[in-house]
């Protein structure tokens, strides 16, 4: 959509004072710019490319974290076999939006399996959206998904809100459940983190090929004149000390004492100890990450990524269509 307000003259350029303030790396300003001009500013991440799990019950089950992709598919079966608790909690439901978290699913196994490349042109549409290689991740996700691996409280994945899967989580219906950042938000309240009994901890979505591809998203803030006051605010919400003051007020807004604040920044120039130990684990990934893609479904024009992705996703998921025809459909659906 900024791309699209952009052309469409909605909102303005940055002035270059403005841009030149941002404190963020060039590869997260990348999302702001469009034809050339820097529009955006950002100001909000969101690092998706997480499991969470209790490491206390991974112990008492004599399970270990997974390090590549074939461990993390072998642990989902080994589960599974030992009959106890379902592999992973699922749950796809979000109103009109429901949807959205099987494209994050497939997105993250188009950079696994075929790297960020691949990713770049399936999002510019450079090559079809019902390629072989895309339709190979989107099954990668049915595969997993099965009734066998899923615990979906909803009673189907569809049903399942997105939201509902921190409780099952806590209560150990389910081992794992791969979701952002943001997702903190949704474990149940009192929840400790960490590794302790009964606390919650995150490990890396694992990879396929050693390139440690991150999946990410955000929040960029746009302008709709070029009012000094306006480009000033601008400059402050791309800046360390926004997302410092931001982080402490929602942390405090939460509890205070080591809650989960919801919110993380990829600004340069923070002070780390004001996030907790588990969101400072969140930065350094960020941080170290050789590939970062931002959300392909968010990218894509909106009848795509914010229509039939979601909707024949879900169809796919619900078994009414297979990956190759939701993709043939996702494709049909491509505008121009």
């Not at 303005?12 to 999302?31: G, H, M, R, Y």
């Not at 090559?127 to 991740?137: A, G, K, L, M, Y």
Request: aromatic share 12%.
């Amino acid at each position: 959509k900024l791309a699209d307000f952009a052309r469409a003259g909605y909102i303005v350029p940055l002035t270059d004072e403005v841009n030149a303030s941002i404190e963020w790396s060039d590869a997260w300003k990348q999302f702001g710019l469009v034809d050339g001009q820097q529009y955006g500013v950002p100001m909000k991440s969101d690092l998706k490319s997480l499991v969470w799990y209790q490491p206390s019950r991974f112990a008492e089950a004599g399970y270990e974290v997974p390090t590549t992709f074939g461990e993390f598919t072998a642990l989902v079966d080994k589960m599974a076999a030992d009959g106890g608790a379902k592999p992973l909690c699922v749950g796809i439901e979000s109103g009109t939006a429901t949807g959205w978290t099987y494209t994050d699913w497939v997105e993250e196994m188009v950079l696994r399996q075929h790297g960020a490349d691949v990713y770049d042109q399936w999002v510019a549409h450079e090559i079809p959206f019902n390629d072989s290689r895309i339709v190979e991740s989107m099954q990668a996700v049915l595969d997993l998904w099965t009734e066998d691996n899923v615990y979906a409280s909803g009673g189907t994945i569809a049903a399942t809100a997105f939201q509902d899967n921190g409780q099952p989580l806590v209560d150990g219906d389910c081992y794992m459940h791969r979701q952002a950042s943001f997702y903190s938000a949704f474990i149940p309240a009192g929840t400790v983190f960490g590794d302790g009994p009964g606390e919650v901890n995150v490990f890396y979505f694992p990879d396929i090929n050693g390139d440690k591809p991150v999946l990410g998203a955000g929040v960029l803030a746009v302008a709709f004149n070029d009012d000094a006051n306006v480009m000033s605010l601008m400059s402050y919400m791309g800046s360390a000390q926004y997302a410092m003051e931001r982080q402490q007020a929602q942390a405090t807004r939460k509890g205070g004492n080591g809650a989960l604040s919801g919110f993380l920044s990829a600004a340069i120039g923070q002070d780390p100890s004001i996030y907790t130990p588990l969101e400072q684990s969140f930065l350094k990934i960020l941080e170290t990450a050789a590939i970062v893609r931002f959300d392909a479904s968010d990218l894509m024009p909106a009848d795509v990524g914010a229509g039939t992705f979601w909707t024949d996703g879900t169809s796919a998921v619900n078994g009414d269509l297979t990956a190759q025809e939701a993709a043939d459909a996702i494709e049909a659906s491509w505008p121009g």
